[in-house]
């Protein structure tokens, strides 16, 4: 019999651990000692279980037997192809057969899904990110980056963090750079890479660099406006098995959407794309940050995401420039127009309900292991993530480009992962250090963040702005109302 890793799989070593995550399902697991030695001989490549617990025989020795040694890994493997992680047959063909592929005629693609719970004869901890976050916190280490492969771009949104004026003085990274880049990011274990920009679809070398990182056995996202994508570079898209493409879509009236990107026709072509995309059975997530332009129209959007099976991500709170400037935020939502999204988003989709009803909140998190909780950091920018632009420099994270912490063309990646004085101290940044927010009522609403905290109030990473708080207690307020007005 014949075993590899699915096509969505991914296995990396973490710590010591076994680490298994897929980009279809959305599961991931981690394990120990016998379960880390076993995902450690398993690959991308067919390989017949005899020929694994031969080698698993050398590394255990006489304590176990060979009959005993095999029927655990054949325990082990069953599990996880079950769960989609792995895939066996008899024959090269037959995995292939039997690997599943993206489409959004499955019953329930990942476009659409918002409960990834995990079901396992196992005893399963569901929130592999936190127990990665506390591995980390001992010792750092770099599990994702976004790279801005270009600061051009073909649009001029009235309410990006992005200023203008990098735009308009654009440039891209070169190809071998950015290989350069992911090769050492491959070396050291890295796992999720972000391509975005600017509009990462205006550099040249797009269809090439996403064939290097899945060459690099890199998971991929895109973050792109898709306008200047071309029709040819669509089955690579495919080929290359991108994890998910995240697009904004502002609003189903051209005008409004062609408005906030100042770009006149740029709704028809993004539209145009996305359903190009769909097509091709390419996931697709939309991105509809509200505005006072647009937030009227959330239930357009929500209806024609539905109806190609996709997700809609809606951010009420806009995050200021990131050269500290906040003209953007006049196009912000007031509290009251938030509170009339938050209805629209609860009492018209189905999935977010269902996800409030069901998610683990910040405060029972919390009581469950105070001591342990207030030592947790509230992100992981600069801590399992940060971000690379185009002229090299690092940031913590994508937003926070006024705390440049190293540059690729200067410094190693690996330099500067371990040794930036300034990613130490956002390191040293924790839930305690915010104990106002720790006995906060509406703690369990709200969307605490660094980065806003610190474009929006001049470099003050720890200034807290009461639009936030507002907006929290008003969500609170929203959900427990819906919640009693429908109780069965």
């Known amino acids: 019999m014949l075993v590899r890793q699915s096509k969505n799989t991914f296995i990396r070593s973490y710590f010591g651990k076994g680490y298994i995550s897929n980009q279809l399902t959305r599961f991931d697991r981690i394990y120990n000692e016998t379960g880390a030695d076993f995902l450690h001989e398993i690959s991308r490549v067919p390989q017949s279980v005899d020929s694994i617990i031969e080698r698993l025989q050398v590394l255990y020795g006489n304590s176990v037997t060979h009959e005993a040694l095999k029927a655990e890994f054949l325990s082990f493997v069953e599990e996880l192809v079950q769960t989609k992680f792995l895939v066996i047959g008899e024959t090269t063909e037959e995995l292939d057969a039997k690997d599943l592929d993206f489409s959004y005629d499955m019953e329930n693609p990942k476009t659409m899904v918002n409960d990834f719970t995990q079901h396992s004869k196992d005893v399963l901890d569901e929130n592999t990110q936190n127990m990665m ?25 009235i309410h990006c ?106 709704f028809d072509k993004t539209k145009a794309a996305i359903e190009k995309l769909v097509k091709a059975d390419v996931p697709i997530v939309i991105s509809c940050p509200m505005m006072k332009v647009n937030y009227k129209g959330y239930k357009e959007v929500l209806r024609y995401a539905q109806s190609i099976r996709c ?39 189905a999935d977010y309900r269902k996800a409030i009803s069901e998610m683990a909140s910040f405060s029972s998190m919390m009581y469950a292991n105070y001591d342990n909780f207030v030592k947790l950091p509230l992100c992981g920018a600069g801590i399992n993530d940060c971000c690379i632009a185009e002229n090299g420099d690092v940031y913590p994270c994508a937003g ?33 250090d915010f104990p106002q927010c720790l006995e906060c009522e509406a703690q369990d609403y709200c969307s605490r963040c660094l980065v806003r905290n610190y474009n929006e109030s001049n470099g003050d990473m720890f200034k807290l702005n009461k639009h936030f708080c507002d907006v929290a207690f008003l969500n609170k307020k929203i959900v427990e109302d819906y919640w009693t007005k429908n109780k069965s």
């Not at 690099?216 to 089955?235: C, E, F």
């Not at 956002?426 to 305690?432: E, K, L, N, P």
């Open 311 to 349: 997700k809609v991500n809606v951010d009420v709170i806009m995050m200021a420039q990131a050269d500290l400037d906040t003209n953007n935020l006049a196009n912000r939502l007031s509290v009251e127009e938030s509170g009339e999204v938050i209805s629209d988003i609860i009492e018209n989709n």
């Open 161 to 266: 963090y992005i200023p203008n004026a990098k735009k308009n003085s654009g440039a891209d990274m070169p190809f071998e750079k950015v290989k350069s880049i992911i090769d050492e990011f491959a070396d050291n274990g890295g796992l999720q890479v972000t391509l975005s920009g600017g509009e990462v679809f205006l550099h040249k070398d797009i269809i090439p660099i996403m064939k290097y990182c899945r060459e690099k056995d890199m998971m991929i996202t895109i973050l792109s406006n898709l306008v200047a994508l071309r029709d040819y570079q669509i089955p690579f898209l495919k080929e290359y098995n991108v994890s998910t493409v995240q697009v904004s879509l502002y609003s189903m009236d051209a005008s409004v959407h062609d408005l906030i990107t100042t770009v006149k026709g740029s």
């Open 400 to 432: 926070w480009q006024d705390m440049v912490v190293g540059n690729v063309y200067k410094q190693s990646l690996k330099d500067i992962w371990d040794n930036s004085d300034k990613l130490k101290t956002i390191r040293g940044v924790t839930q305690g």
């Open 133 to 157: 976050l506390e591995a980390t916190l001992r010792q750092p280490r770099l599990n994702g980056i976004q790279f801005e492969l270009t600061s051009r771009c073909n649009e001029r949104c």
